[in-house]
C-alpha cells in the first residue's frame, strides 16, 4: 500500500467513523495495521473508535453493587444475579460491566441467546471490552457455532494479543472444525504466553491425537503431568492413547491413576 492510497485509507476510515459506521472503520485501520504496523494515525483512529462511551458518575452503578453482582454470581446464585442485574441496567443502561455479568449469568444457566444479547449489548457501549467478546466465543461455542465463536475470539485477541484463555478456546473450536493443524498452532501461542499452561499441552496432545500421531501425543500428556501431575483429564487421555498402542497394562495404570484422583470420572 503506498503512501497515497493509505493516507485515502485513513480519510475514509475517519468518514465512516464520523458516519457511525464503527465496523468498517476499524476494517480500514487493521487493513493498513497490517502492512504498516506502526502507522501513528491508524492506532490513534482505532484507539479512538475504541474507547468506550463516557458515563458520568450519575450513569455509573456504584462499584458496591457491582460488587454485589460478583458475589451472587460466585456463590452461584444465577437467578438473583440475573434479577440484580436487568434491575441495574434500567437504572444504569450504559454500564457495559454489569451487561457483561447479565450475560455470564444467563450461560451459566444455559440461556444462551439472552448471553449473547447480553454480551453484545457490552460490547456495543464499550467495542473495547475484551472480556466480552471473549464470553461471546464461549457461548457461541456452547452453541455449536464455531466459526462464531473463533470469529468472536479474534476480535477479542485484536485488543488482547497476550489473552492465553481466547487462544486455548479458539484452538477448541478450530479442534472442532477439524482444523487440527490451526488448533495446534494456537494451543503453541498459548504456550508462548504461559509456558507452564497444562491445559494447553493437553489440548496440544489431542489434537496430534486425532491426527493419528500417538508418540507426539504421549510427550505432551507427558509435559502436562510434569507440570501437574493430579491432572486427571491427562492421564485418562493417555490411558486412551496406550490402549490404541496396544499398551494395555500402561493404558489400566493411567486409568488406574486419573480414577484415584477422580472416583466420579466416568469416562
Known amino acids: 500500500m503506498v503512501k497515497l492510497s493509505v493516507d485515502r485509507a485513513l480519510l475514509k476510515a475517519k468518514s465512516y467513523a464520523k458516519?457511525?459506521?464503527?465496523?468498517?472503520?476499524?476494517?480500514?485501520?487493521?487493513?493498513?495495521?497490517?502492512?504498516?504496523p506502526k502507522n501513528k494515525r491508524a492506532q490513534q483512529g482505532l484507539l479512538a473508535l475504541n474507547k468506550p462511551k463516557q458515563l458520568d458518575d450519575a450513569q455509573s452503578p456504584p462499584q458496591e453493587l457491582i460488587n454485589q453482582l460478583i458475589n451472587l454470581y460466585?456463590?452461584?446464585?444465577?437467578?438473583?444475579?440475573?434479577?440484580?442485574?436487568?434491575?441495574?441496567?434500567?437504572?444504569?443502561?450504559?454500564?457495559?460491566?454489569?451487561?457483561?455479568?447479565?450475560?455470564?449469568?444467563?450461560?451459566?444457566?444455559?440461556?444462551?441467546a439472552d448471553a449473547l444479547e447480553a454480551f453484545s449489548k457490552a460490547t456495543e457501549l464499550n467495542p473495547n471490552y475484551v472480556e466480552a467478546y471473549y464470553n461471546m466465543g464461549n457461548v457461541f461455542q456452547d452453541r455449536g457455532q464455531l466459526g462464531e465463536a473463533?470469529?468472536?475470539?479474534?476480535?477479542a485477541l485484536a485488543l488482547k494479543p497476550?489473552?492465553?484463555?481466547?487462544?486455548?478456546?479458539?484452538?477448541?473450536?478450530?479442534?472442532?472444525?477439524?482444523k487440527l493443524e490451526e488448533a495446534i498452532e494456537a494451543y503453541k501461542k498459548v504456550i508462548l504466553i504461559k509456558p507452564n499452561d497444562?491445559?494447553?499441552?493437553?489440548?496440544?496432545?489431542?489434537a496430534l491425537h486425532s491426527?493419528?500421531?500417538?508418540?507426539?501425543?504421549?510427550?505432551?500428556?507427558?509435559?502436562?503431568?510434569?507440570?501437574?501431575?493430579?491432572?486427571?483429564?491427562?492421564l485418562?487421555?493417555?490411558?486412551?492413547?496406550?490402549?490404541?498402542?496396544?499398551?494395555?497394562?500402561?493404558?489400566?495404570?493411567?486409568f488406574n491413576k486419573a480414577l484415584a484422583l477422580n472416583p466420579n470420572y466416568v469416562e
Not at 458516519?19 to 504498516?36: C, M, P, V, W
Not at 434491575?87 to 455479568?101: D, H, K, M, R, S
Not at 455470564?104 to 444455559?110: S, T
Request: with cysteine; glycine share 10%; aromatic share 10%.
Open 19 to 36: 458516519k457511525g459506521d464503527i465496523e468498517e472503520a476499524q476494517r480500514l485501520y487493521h487493513t493498513i495495521l497490517q502492512t504498516f
Open 162 to 178: 497476550d489473552y492465553a484463555e481466547a487462544y486455548n478456546n479458539m484452538g477448541n473450536a478450530l479442534h472442532g472444525q477439524g
Open 211 to 234: 491426527q493419528g500421531k500417538l508418540d507426539d501425543a504421549m510427550e505432551f500428556y507427558n509435559k502436562a503431568l510434569a507440570l501437574q501431575p493430579d491432572y486427571a483429564e491427562a
Open 198 to 206: 497444562v491445559e494447553a499441552c493437553n489440548n496440544i496432545g489431542n
Open 74 to 112: 460466585n456463590q452461584g446464585q444465577m437467578a438473583a444475579v440475573i434479577e440484580k442485574a436487568a434491575l441495574t441496567t434500567e437504572q444504569y443502561p450504559g454500564a457495559f460491566i454489569v451487561w457483561n455479568i447479565l450475560g455470564a449469568a444467563n450461560r451459566r444457566l444455559g440461556l444462551f
Open 150 to 155: 473463533i470469529e468472536a475470539y479474534n476480535k
Open 236 to 254: 485418562n487421555n493417555m490411558g486412551n492413547t496406550l490402549k490404541e498402542q496396544g499398551n494395555l497394562d500402561e493404558a489400566k495404570e493411567a
